[in-house]
């Protein structure tokens, strides 16, 4: 009889290796299985987590545009109702000081109110539905002269100095004159504001041939702005105004970026504020867009 009790136990052995190296394998596989699971779970979640926050933020965007479109229709139905009142309003004001004189005022008052109404309709009109820019060749100093025209009464009677620094060689530059005369506008009537007491407000235009931009300079010695409110002013919504949208800044910023622009900001508390609006030159422009702009007799407010 052959003794075959060495073999089997080697067999055995061998078997054993194999079962304990097969779970040894098993094991590292599962380790690494488990790790790959973990970090597919983990990548997964911040997968999910992404996609919630897209998702959040195109819904927010689709509110905010639904938001602007039905804003920007209730403001147009708005409009004409309102432009009915006040001219009735203004004839009831004519006739109500033969009925009963005296008050008058009540009728200006409706006038007074129904004016700041469109003034805010518009102003929501202009942010929630920007207008596209008509452009042609105009000068800085043709703005400057029609707004001092516009607001000459208005400064006298707040006691505000008004003082234009024409640039006489200043460069035409391609923009919508409309809008840019609300750029503008929006700027000076803050000046104004920033005034209640009375002060000096200066309007420059000026020529950087190093950098070949224009500028037009809104100056005032105003109330002014801390850093913080500086950094916030053209937020849209952003007002420290009673009866303010504060949405004068966030369109005239719109318009001048628009416009491939930028508007720069100095202010200081208690001195004042300086509002820049700069526009690159285009460049070759031809002999006669070099004009000034400037006519006469209007330099000085
Ligand atoms: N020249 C200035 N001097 C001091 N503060 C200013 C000046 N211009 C703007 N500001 C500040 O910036 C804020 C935002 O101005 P913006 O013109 O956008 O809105 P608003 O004047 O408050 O309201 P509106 O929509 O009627 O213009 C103002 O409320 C004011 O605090
Ligand atoms: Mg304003």
Known sequence: VQD?????????????????????????????????????????ARRAEERLLLEEKLGEAERLATLGKMVASVSHEIKNPLGIVRSTAEILGKRISRVAPGNEHLAAIIVEETTRLDTIVREFLDFARPRELTTQL?????????????????????????????????????????????VLFNMVFNALQAMPEGGTLTLATGYDDQRNEVSLRVSDTGIGMDEDKCTQIFIPFFTDKNRGTGLGLAIAKNIVEKHGGRIEVWSRIGEGSVFTVILPVEDNPSPDDRSSGVDDGNGQG
């Open 4 to 44: 075959l009790s060495a073999d089997l136990r080697a067999i055995i052995d061998l078997q054993g290796r194999i079962i304990l190296l097969s779970l040894l394998i098993m094991g590292i596989l599962f380790v690494i299985l488990a790790v790959i699971v973990v970090r597919a779970n983990k990548i997964m």
């Open 138 to 182: 105009e000068s800085f100093n043709v703005l400057v002269t029609r707004i001092d025209r516009f607001f000459e009464r208005e400064f006298k009677k707040k006691g505000v100095r008004i003082v234009t620094e024409l640039d006489t060689d200043l460069p035409m530059v391609r923009m919508d004159g409309e809008q840019m005369y609300q």
